[in-house]
């Protein structure tokens, strides 16, 4: 079995988390998310067409109705869901029978939902809390488990995992609803689940290894437990492409966060969590020692 000394370029996977963090911050707290009405209230509605049209399409029939700010996003075959902050029911029927001239529009399709500020509001803060009430638990079963300084690198790793994702979504002016929050849940649990397979193995190699330096180690742990990450990941990935590509609009908002997380999820217990893990460990005199006499 082939071990690739992974660990001697720790520094460099540091600086790549240090390059994806830089992106997140930016595009999450420059550019900005794009909440939907489930957080921020408003109005959706969803229209299907009988003919080939485009977003700006529908955009442009959107603004002569009179409603400002819309988000028009394409949700299947001839289907597009607009959001709003405002929009009255005279636009609505406005809207659908300037589509309904010009590209056939089905009004048995069509439908509109209304979500008041407060309610929005609500909702952002019960999403808030159930995401740091995960992660709390998180940091609380792997410090019992492990110990508190493996807790540190895997929740690295968890941020580095939902603040790609949220990146992505910010860079991409995508929705977040309420399934991209459920996405990100589970991409909390995916992601410590495959680092606690890495970590496990760490702590049971630390056993039998008493004189290799603790990057070493962890670079066997990784080549032991690969195979596992790499099916794990690859088979998980298949089916959500599957829903990306030809699921509906909500499923398609679930399927593109899940899709994001799991293939960072699959390397950042590798190449973040582990990295960070070594770096810090090898500060105790009895690794420092072993990675000194490794490298004389």
Do not use: C
């Not at 977040?176 to 849940?185: D, F, G, H, I, S």
Request: proline share 2%; charged share 20%.
């Amino acid at each position: 079995m082939t071990v690739y000394p992974l660990m001697r370029y720790k520094l460099y996977f540091a600086a790549v988390l240090g390059a994806v963090t830089v992106f997140a911050f930016v595009a999450v707290f420059i550019l900005g998310l794009n909440f939907g009405i489930e957080f921020e209230g408003g109005v959706r509605a969803e229209i299907k067409l009988n003919e080939s049209a485009t977003a700006s399409d529908v955009r442009r029939t959107v603004a002569d109705a009179g409603v400002a700010d819309s988000v028009i996003q394409p949700a299947g075959e001839g289907v597009f869901v607009i959001t709003a902050a405002e929009m009255t029911d005279a636009q609505f029927d406005q809207i659908v029978a300037a589509l309904n001239t010009e590209f056939g529009a089905e009004k048995t399709a069509t439908g509109i939902e209304r979500v008041g500020p407060s309610f929005g509001a609500e909702t952002g803060q019960k999403a808030l809390i159930a995401i740091l009430v995960s992660i709390a638990v998180i940091i609380i079963y792997i410090s019992w488990r492990f110990e508190y300084k493996f807790a540190f690198p895997a929740i690295v790793a968890l941020v580095h995992d939902v603040g790609l994702t949220l990146g992505v979504y910010a860079a991409t002016g995508r929705l977040v609803t309420t399934a991209t929050v459920a996405a990100l849940l589970t991409i909390l649990g995916y992601s410590v689940n495959d680092t606690i397979i890495v970590f496990d193995r760490i702590r049971e190699n630390t056993l039998y290894m008493k004189k290799e330096s603790y990057g070493s180690m962890v670079d066997l742990s990784i080549r032991q437990t690969l195979a596992r990450s790499l099916n794990t990941a690859l088979t998980t990935l298949l089916p959500i492409g599957a829903i990306l590509l030809f699921g509906g609009a909500t499923l398609k908002d679930f399927a593109f966060a899940l899709f994001i997380g799991i293939a960072s999820g699959g390397y950042s217990s590798m190449f973040v969590a582990s990295p960070l893990l070594v770096m810090w460990k090898e500060r105790e005199p009895r690794y420092r020692k072993r990675a000194l006499a490794e490298r004389s």
